[in-house]
Protein backbone atom coordinates (compact mmCIF):
# COMPACT_ATOMS: atom_id res chain seq x y z
CA UNK A 1 0.00 0.00 0.00
CA UNK A 2 1.59 3.61 -0.77
CA UNK A 3 0.69 6.87 0.06
CA UNK A 4 -1.23 7.20 -3.11
CA UNK A 5 -3.59 4.34 -2.60
CA UNK A 6 -4.80 5.23 0.88
CA UNK A 7 -7.92 7.31 1.42
CA UNK A 8 -8.33 9.49 4.30
CA UNK A 9 -11.24 7.06 5.32
CA UNK A 10 -9.03 4.51 5.42
CA UNK A 11 -6.04 5.95 6.80
CA UNK A 12 -7.99 7.11 10.24
CA UNK A 13 -11.32 5.43 10.42
CA UNK A 14 -13.35 7.99 8.98
CA UNK A 15 -17.69 7.45 9.25
CA UNK A 16 -20.07 9.10 7.40
CA UNK A 17 -21.75 12.58 9.15
CA UNK A 18 -23.72 15.28 8.28
CA UNK A 19 -21.82 18.24 9.42
CA UNK A 20 -24.82 20.31 9.37
CA UNK A 21 -26.97 18.83 12.28
CA UNK A 22 -23.30 19.59 14.76
CA UNK A 23 -23.85 23.06 16.74
CA UNK A 24 -19.70 23.04 16.70
CA UNK A 25 -18.81 21.63 13.34
CA UNK A 26 -15.39 20.79 13.43
CA UNK A 27 -13.67 19.79 9.98
CA UNK A 28 -9.93 18.41 11.25
CA UNK A 29 -6.79 19.52 13.06
CA UNK A 30 -5.83 22.22 11.95
CA UNK A 31 -1.76 21.91 13.83
CA UNK A 32 -0.36 20.99 16.89
CA UNK A 33 0.98 23.64 19.06
CA UNK A 34 4.21 22.75 21.22
CA UNK A 35 6.44 24.64 23.64
CA UNK A 36 10.03 23.03 23.90
CA UNK A 37 13.35 23.91 26.01
CA UNK A 38 14.41 24.66 22.22
CA UNK A 39 12.70 24.81 19.17
CA UNK A 40 15.72 24.81 16.51
CA UNK A 41 16.86 21.57 17.78
CA UNK A 42 13.60 19.75 18.13
CA UNK A 43 12.22 21.07 14.47
CA UNK A 44 15.47 19.62 13.38
CA UNK A 45 14.82 16.15 15.09
CA UNK A 46 11.41 16.23 13.53
CA UNK A 47 12.67 17.01 10.27
CA UNK A 48 15.57 14.88 10.26
CA UNK A 49 13.96 11.84 11.67
CA UNK A 50 10.12 11.95 10.69
CA UNK A 51 10.39 13.43 7.66
CA UNK A 52 8.84 16.28 8.20
CA UNK A 53 9.19 19.34 5.52
CA UNK A 54 9.70 22.66 6.89
CA UNK A 55 7.50 25.45 5.19
CA UNK A 56 7.11 28.72 8.10
CA UNK A 57 9.10 30.53 10.08
CA UNK A 58 8.54 33.27 12.58
CA UNK A 59 11.46 34.72 14.97
CA UNK A 60 14.24 37.55 15.55
CA UNK A 61 14.46 37.26 11.47
CA UNK A 62 11.23 37.81 10.93
CA UNK A 63 10.20 40.66 14.14
CA UNK A 64 8.81 38.47 16.43
CA UNK A 65 11.20 39.03 19.14
CA UNK A 66 9.88 37.13 22.26
CA UNK A 67 10.51 33.34 20.48
CA UNK A 68 10.92 30.94 17.41
CA UNK A 69 7.99 29.54 15.75
CA UNK A 70 8.87 26.32 12.83
CA UNK A 71 5.79 25.24 11.27
CA UNK A 72 6.46 21.70 10.02
CA UNK A 73 3.79 19.38 7.52
CA UNK A 74 3.72 16.19 7.09
CA UNK A 75 0.60 15.41 4.66
CA UNK A 76 -2.13 16.55 6.40
CA UNK A 77 -0.40 16.67 10.13
CA UNK A 78 1.04 20.21 10.83
CA UNK A 79 3.27 20.70 14.41
CA UNK A 80 3.75 24.60 15.47
CA UNK A 81 7.00 24.09 17.36
CA UNK A 82 7.62 27.33 19.66
CA UNK A 83 10.93 27.94 21.93
CA UNK A 84 11.94 31.39 23.54
CA UNK A 85 14.48 33.75 22.70
CA UNK A 86 13.51 36.31 25.13
CA UNK A 87 14.39 35.15 28.70
CA UNK A 88 11.17 36.88 29.99
CA UNK A 89 9.05 35.39 27.69
CA UNK A 90 5.80 33.40 29.22
CA UNK A 91 7.04 30.22 27.16
CA UNK A 92 9.71 29.82 30.01
CA UNK A 93 8.00 29.43 32.64
CA UNK A 94 5.31 27.10 30.85
CA UNK A 95 8.51 24.66 30.14
CA UNK A 96 9.95 24.94 33.38
CA UNK A 97 6.64 24.13 34.77
CA UNK A 98 6.07 21.16 32.35
CA UNK A 99 8.78 20.28 29.86
CA UNK A 100 8.18 20.00 26.48
CA UNK A 101 4.45 19.22 24.99
CA UNK A 102 1.55 20.42 23.33
CA UNK A 103 -0.47 22.90 24.34
CA UNK A 104 -2.55 23.25 21.58
CA UNK A 105 -4.65 20.89 19.99
CA UNK A 106 -5.36 23.56 17.12
CA UNK A 107 -9.19 22.56 15.12
CA UNK A 108 -10.36 23.72 11.84
CA UNK A 109 -14.17 25.06 12.15
CA UNK A 110 -16.24 26.39 9.31
CA UNK A 111 -17.69 29.23 11.27
CA UNK A 112 -15.89 30.59 14.20
CA UNK A 113 -18.31 32.29 15.78
CA UNK A 114 -21.09 29.72 15.99
CA UNK A 115 -18.79 27.17 17.79
CA UNK A 116 -17.73 30.68 19.93
CA UNK A 117 -21.73 31.19 20.56
CA UNK A 118 -22.65 27.27 21.23
CA UNK A 119 -18.93 27.19 23.35
CA UNK A 120 -20.19 30.07 25.42
CA UNK A 121 -24.09 29.01 26.21
CA UNK A 122 -22.81 25.84 27.19
CA UNK A 123 -20.54 27.40 29.70
CA UNK A 124 -16.67 26.97 28.30
CA UNK A 125 -14.19 29.44 29.35
CA UNK A 126 -13.23 31.54 26.30
CA UNK A 127 -9.17 32.39 26.78
CA UNK A 128 -9.22 34.37 22.59
CA UNK A 129 -12.05 35.69 21.47
CA UNK A 130 -13.05 35.28 17.91
CA UNK A 131 -11.15 37.92 15.84
CA UNK A 132 -9.58 38.47 12.56
CA UNK A 133 -5.88 38.39 11.81
CA UNK A 134 -4.86 39.64 7.98
CA UNK A 135 -1.52 39.93 5.80
CA UNK A 136 -1.29 40.35 2.34
CA UNK A 137 -2.17 36.47 2.07
CA UNK A 138 -5.82 37.02 3.62
CA UNK A 139 -7.25 36.87 7.03
CA UNK A 140 -7.90 33.98 9.22
CA UNK A 141 -10.80 34.15 11.58
CA UNK A 142 -10.00 32.45 15.49
CA UNK A 143 -10.57 32.07 18.67
CA UNK A 144 -9.50 29.70 21.57
CA UNK A 145 -11.32 27.20 24.83
CA UNK A 146 -9.61 26.56 27.46
CA UNK A 147 -9.90 22.68 28.48
CA UNK A 148 -7.56 20.68 30.45
CA UNK A 149 -5.10 21.68 32.55
CA UNK A 150 -3.44 24.72 30.45
CA UNK A 151 -4.36 22.78 27.03
CA UNK A 152 -6.01 24.73 24.64
CA UNK A 153 -8.50 24.43 21.56
CA UNK A 154 -7.52 27.32 18.92
CA UNK A 155 -10.39 27.37 16.78
CA UNK A 156 -9.50 28.41 13.56
CA UNK A 157 -11.26 29.41 9.60
CA UNK A 158 -8.77 30.15 7.35
CA UNK A 159 -10.47 29.32 4.52
CA UNK A 160 -10.08 33.17 3.38
CA UNK A 161 -5.87 32.80 3.99
CA UNK A 162 -3.70 31.72 1.26
CA UNK A 163 -0.34 32.18 3.27
CA UNK A 164 2.58 29.95 4.66
CA UNK A 165 0.98 29.83 7.93
CA UNK A 166 -0.50 32.46 10.01
CA UNK A 167 0.23 36.43 9.35
CA UNK A 168 3.60 36.84 11.02
CA UNK A 169 5.12 34.12 9.41
CA UNK A 170 7.63 33.55 6.72
CA UNK A 171 7.44 31.27 4.02
CA UNK A 172 10.48 28.81 4.08
CA UNK A 173 12.56 26.55 1.55
CA UNK A 174 12.89 22.79 3.06
CA UNK A 175 14.67 20.28 1.26
CA UNK A 176 13.24 17.46 0.37
CA UNK A 177 12.12 14.57 2.49
CA UNK A 178 10.30 11.44 2.79
CA UNK A 179 7.37 11.79 4.77
CA UNK A 180 6.74 9.02 7.37
CA UNK A 181 3.48 9.97 8.55
CA UNK A 182 0.82 11.38 7.13
CA UNK A 183 -2.20 12.58 9.37
CA UNK A 184 -2.67 12.71 13.31
CA UNK A 185 -5.12 9.78 14.13
CA UNK A 186 -5.93 10.98 17.38
CA UNK A 187 -4.29 12.98 20.22
CA UNK A 188 -4.72 11.39 23.82
CA UNK A 189 -5.04 13.66 27.04
CA UNK A 190 -4.15 12.46 30.92
CA UNK A 191 -6.25 13.83 33.59
CA UNK A 192 -6.27 13.80 37.30
CA UNK A 193 -7.90 10.49 39.22
CA UNK A 194 -11.76 11.61 39.37
CA UNK A 195 -11.76 14.34 36.79
CA UNK A 196 -11.67 12.03 33.25
CA UNK A 197 -16.04 12.04 33.16
CA UNK A 198 -15.89 15.44 33.69
CA UNK A 199 -13.97 16.58 30.67
CA UNK A 200 -15.81 13.65 28.64
CA UNK A 201 -18.85 15.39 29.74
CA UNK A 202 -17.12 18.81 28.59
CA UNK A 203 -16.91 17.24 25.04
CA UNK A 204 -20.33 16.39 24.52
CA UNK A 205 -21.56 19.56 25.83
CA UNK A 206 -19.58 21.92 24.40
CA UNK A 207 -18.29 20.63 21.21
CA UNK A 208 -20.91 17.69 20.68
CA UNK A 209 -18.51 15.18 20.72
CA UNK A 210 -19.91 11.52 20.77
CA UNK A 211 -18.67 8.23 23.05
CA UNK A 212 -16.87 6.47 20.97
CA UNK A 213 -15.37 3.91 23.14
CA UNK A 214 -14.47 2.95 27.03
CA UNK A 215 -11.85 0.87 29.12
CA UNK A 216 -12.56 0.56 32.53
CA UNK A 217 -11.48 -2.77 34.77
CA UNK A 218 -9.37 -5.47 33.71
CA UNK A 219 -9.65 -4.34 29.74
CA UNK A 220 -6.30 -1.83 30.63
CA UNK A 221 -4.55 -3.28 33.88
CA UNK A 222 -1.67 -5.44 34.88
CA UNK A 223 -0.83 -6.62 38.12
CA UNK A 224 0.69 -3.43 39.00
CA UNK A 225 -1.33 -0.64 37.67
CA UNK A 226 -4.34 0.46 36.34
CA UNK A 227 -6.04 3.14 34.62
CA UNK A 228 -9.46 4.17 33.27
CA UNK A 229 -9.88 5.96 29.67
CA UNK A 230 -12.61 7.18 27.46
CA UNK A 231 -12.71 8.31 23.52
CA UNK A 232 -14.66 11.08 22.46
CA UNK A 233 -14.91 11.95 18.87
CA UNK A 234 -16.78 14.43 16.69
CA UNK A 235 -19.59 13.43 14.20
CA UNK A 236 -17.46 11.63 11.25
CA UNK A 237 -14.55 10.85 13.67
CA UNK A 238 -12.04 13.10 12.38
CA UNK A 239 -11.18 14.07 15.31
CA UNK A 240 -10.51 11.60 18.34
CA UNK A 241 -9.70 12.41 22.37
CA UNK A 242 -8.94 9.32 24.62
CA UNK A 243 -8.99 10.68 27.54
CA UNK A 244 -7.12 8.76 30.63
CA UNK A 245 -7.17 9.22 34.31
CA UNK A 246 -5.42 6.62 37.20
CA UNK A 247 -6.95 4.07 38.39
CA UNK A 248 -5.77 2.65 41.87
CA UNK A 249 -3.59 -0.22 41.64
CA UNK A 250 -0.55 -1.70 43.54
CA UNK A 251 1.65 0.45 42.42
CA UNK A 252 1.76 3.86 39.99
CA UNK A 253 0.31 3.60 36.66
CA UNK A 254 2.08 5.32 33.74
CA UNK A 255 -0.85 7.79 34.08
CA UNK A 256 0.28 9.26 37.29
CA UNK A 257 3.91 9.30 36.46
CA UNK A 258 2.73 11.49 33.47
CA UNK A 259 1.03 13.85 36.23
CA UNK A 260 3.75 14.09 38.54
CA UNK A 261 6.69 14.74 35.64
CA UNK A 262 4.20 16.72 33.41
CA UNK A 263 2.90 18.54 36.63
CA UNK A 264 -0.50 18.61 35.64
CA UNK A 265 -2.75 17.15 33.26
CA UNK A 266 -1.96 17.21 28.91
CA UNK A 267 -1.41 15.70 26.11
CA UNK A 268 0.11 12.49 26.76
CA UNK A 269 0.84 10.96 23.30
CA UNK A 270 -0.07 11.38 19.34
CA UNK A 271 -1.02 8.89 17.60
CA UNK A 272 0.50 9.41 13.94
CA UNK A 273 -1.22 7.93 10.53
CA UNK A 274 0.67 5.49 8.28
CA UNK A 275 -0.15 3.72 4.96
CA UNK A 276 3.06 1.36 6.06
CA UNK A 277 4.18 0.85 9.08
CA UNK A 278 7.07 -1.20 8.87
CA UNK A 279 9.02 1.36 6.15
CA UNK A 280 8.26 3.94 8.54
CA UNK A 281 9.48 2.12 12.03
CA UNK A 282 12.46 0.89 9.47
CA UNK A 283 13.18 4.53 8.66
CA UNK A 284 12.43 5.68 12.35
CA UNK A 285 15.14 3.21 13.97
CA UNK A 286 17.41 4.17 10.79
CA UNK A 287 17.58 7.78 12.38
CA UNK A 288 17.93 6.59 16.06
CA UNK A 289 14.27 6.81 17.00
CA UNK A 290 13.74 4.37 20.02
CA UNK A 291 10.48 2.37 20.46
CA UNK A 292 8.70 0.60 23.41
CA UNK A 293 10.04 -3.06 23.36
CA UNK A 294 7.66 -5.78 23.02
CA UNK A 295 8.08 -9.68 24.28
CA UNK A 296 8.66 -12.34 22.18
CA UNK A 297 6.10 -14.23 24.11
CA UNK A 298 3.51 -11.58 22.56
CA UNK A 299 3.42 -13.01 18.96
CA UNK A 300 3.89 -16.40 20.25
CA UNK A 301 0.17 -16.41 22.13
CA UNK A 302 -1.63 -18.58 20.27
CA UNK A 303 -4.63 -16.60 21.26
CA UNK A 304 -3.17 -13.94 19.52
CA UNK A 305 -2.84 -15.30 16.31
CA UNK A 306 -5.86 -17.21 16.34
CA UNK A 307 -8.21 -13.61 17.12
CA UNK A 308 -5.89 -11.50 14.43
CA UNK A 309 -6.13 -13.77 11.71
CA UNK A 310 -4.40 -12.74 8.17
CA UNK A 311 -3.03 -9.51 8.21
CA UNK A 312 -1.02 -7.85 5.47
CA UNK A 313 2.38 -8.81 6.51
CA UNK A 314 3.53 -12.25 8.32
CA UNK A 315 3.61 -12.21 12.16
CA UNK A 316 7.38 -12.92 11.98
CA UNK A 317 7.91 -9.39 9.72
CA UNK A 318 6.09 -7.74 12.96
CA UNK A 319 7.80 -9.52 16.15
CA UNK A 320 11.23 -8.30 14.43
CA UNK A 321 10.09 -4.99 14.57
CA UNK A 322 8.24 -4.63 17.45
CA UNK A 323 4.83 -4.00 15.82
CA UNK A 324 1.49 -4.78 17.93
CA UNK A 325 -1.41 -5.84 15.68
CA UNK A 326 -5.13 -5.98 17.14
CA UNK A 327 -8.76 -7.01 15.44
CA UNK A 328 -12.22 -5.90 16.03
CA UNK A 329 -15.63 -6.30 14.40
CA UNK A 330 -14.56 -3.72 11.69
CA UNK A 331 -11.13 -5.28 10.98
CA UNK A 332 -7.57 -4.57 12.02
CA UNK A 333 -4.78 -2.07 13.05
CA UNK A 334 -1.14 -2.28 13.08
CA UNK A 335 0.45 -0.07 15.81
CA UNK A 336 3.68 0.68 17.83
CA UNK A 337 4.84 3.39 20.52
CA UNK A 338 8.32 5.55 21.35
CA UNK A 339 10.01 6.01 23.64
CA UNK A 340 9.27 9.80 25.53
CA UNK A 341 10.22 12.15 23.19
CA UNK A 342 12.40 14.55 25.43
CA UNK A 343 13.93 13.81 28.60
CA UNK A 344 10.86 13.61 31.18
CA UNK A 345 8.67 10.93 30.62
CA UNK A 346 5.62 12.75 29.39
CA UNK A 347 5.10 12.77 25.97
CA UNK A 348 5.24 10.31 22.71
CA UNK A 349 4.38 9.42 19.59
CA UNK A 350 2.01 6.15 18.54
CA UNK A 351 2.39 5.30 14.93
CA UNK A 352 -0.88 3.65 13.37
CA UNK A 353 -1.72 1.52 10.29
CA UNK A 354 -5.67 1.11 10.06
CA UNK A 355 -7.23 -1.52 7.89
CA UNK A 356 -10.73 -1.38 8.50
CA UNK A 357 -11.01 -0.95 12.58
CA UNK A 358 -12.10 1.81 13.99
CA UNK A 359 -10.42 1.33 17.63
CA UNK A 360 -7.38 1.51 19.46
CA UNK A 361 -5.68 -1.76 20.03
CA UNK A 362 -7.61 -2.66 23.12
CA UNK A 363 -6.22 -6.34 22.42
CA UNK A 364 -2.41 -4.80 23.21
CA UNK A 365 -3.35 -3.06 25.91
CA UNK A 366 -1.49 -5.75 28.79
CA UNK A 367 1.27 -5.79 26.41
CA UNK A 368 1.66 -1.98 26.28
CA UNK A 369 1.48 -1.33 29.53
CA UNK A 370 3.20 -4.37 30.93
CA UNK A 371 6.14 -2.76 28.42
CA UNK A 372 5.58 1.08 29.88
CA UNK A 373 5.57 -0.52 33.69
CA UNK A 374 9.32 -2.43 32.40
CA UNK A 375 10.61 1.48 30.91
CA UNK A 376 8.82 2.80 34.58
CA UNK A 377 10.77 0.25 36.68
CA UNK A 378 14.20 1.23 34.99
CA UNK A 379 13.07 4.91 35.58
CA UNK A 380 12.61 3.84 39.32
CA UNK A 381 9.13 5.33 38.90
CA UNK A 382 6.77 2.35 39.43
Not at 15 to 38: C, E, K
Not at 189 to 202: A, T
Request: charged share 25%; aromatic share 10%; hydrophobic share 40%.
Amino acid sequence: MTIEQTTERELVGLIDHDDSTDPFPVLGFDSLGWVVGNATQTAHFLRSAFGMELVAYSGPETGNRDHKAFVLRSGDARFVIRGAVDPDSELVGHHTRHGDGVVDVALTVPDVDRCVAQARKAGARIVVEPHDETDEFGTIRTAALATYGETRHTLVDRSNYHGPYWPGFAATQSTSTTPTFVAIDHVVGNVELGMMDRWVEFYQRVMGFENMAEFVGADIATQYSALMSKVVANGNHRVKFPLNEPAVGRKRSQIDEYLQFYRGPGVQHIALATPDILATVDALKAQGVEFLPTPASYYEDPELRARIGHVRVPIDELHERGILVDRDEDGYLLQIFTRPLGDRPTVFFELIERHGSLGFGKGNFKALFQAIEREQEARGNL
